[in-house]
């Protein structure tokens, strides 16, 4: 064991190194609106705004998940995650609509945009910021398996891509002089939020109504049960569920009735715990029955 290794970051670290970004973001591209009036920055600098709010949601619901069960919490509180993601799905559909309303009023009222070069170079260092945080957050999330922070990281994400259809869409200004395409490019901008915030909010239903593990993870763990399996051991009646960072598997283990309760409880300790090395973080309910009793099939139609 190595004891001078430094403890890996926690997800609250990560959500907080998102709050930073949205912090920084904001005054960049808020300082690019003002400089340049351009309507497709302000749209930009609204989903900054909404970047934020949903960072700090984040960092609570992260805060809340790390909490152990309790009475009234059993199965711990990793669900909490969920309402982050939620808030941030909403966030970003109203922030899309806010961005539809000052493009619709900017397209029939067309603005020349003033100083777009130094408004341009202030909407790139933001949006550098957001795509190097974005990078980290992703890397984050695969190893904690967050929701919460891989809805941060593609909320990032979807914000880089915004940024670049302004940062084009005033480019496109500059050089033909059309003033109507910067609040075209916020519309567009609105639609692309539009549908990254629907996608968030489909991903948080499917967990809060209990979704299963993912096919991979699912896999995993018919490959552990086929090498019992091949000892004569039976299973069925598997179900599965994932919650936040947490994964929830059961399922029944069927073993010659003349077995000693000891035999079987070691052979449900070893199927448990080869599980869990596989997939660490997973919570292995298992429930021992005869093989010879016909009860015991009555809920195979579970499996």
Known sequence: MNLSAKPLPSARS??????????MTIALKFGAYFLTGSVGLLSDAFESIVNLVAALAAFWALSYASKPPDIEHTFGHSKAEYFSSALEGVLILVAAGSIAVAAGQRLFHPQPIEQAGL??????????????????????????????????????????????GVVVGIGLVSITGWDV?????????????????????????????????????????????????????QFHAMRTRVAGTDRFVSFHVLVPGAWTVQRGHDLCESIEQAISLALPGTDVTTHLEPAEDPISWDDVKLS
């Open 181 to 233: 395409l910067d609040p075209i490019v916020a519309l567009l901008v609105a639609a692309n939020i539009v549908w990254a915030g629907v996608k968030l909010l489909r991903e948080t239903g499917a967990g809060l109504l209990d979704a299963a593990i993912p096919e991979a993870e699912h896999q995993e763990i018919l490959l552990i049960m086929s090498e019992y399996e091949s000892q004569g051991i």
């Open 119 to 164: 408004g341009l170079g202030l909407a790139l260092v933001a949006t550098a910021i957001n795509g190097g945080v974005a990078w980290i957050l992703l890397q984050a999330s695969r190893r904690l398996r967050s929701i919460a922070i891989r809805a941060d990281a593609h909320h990032l994400l979807t914000d880089v891509w915004t940024s670049i």
């Open 14 to 23: 990560y959500a907080a190194l998102s709050i930073i970004a949205a912090v």
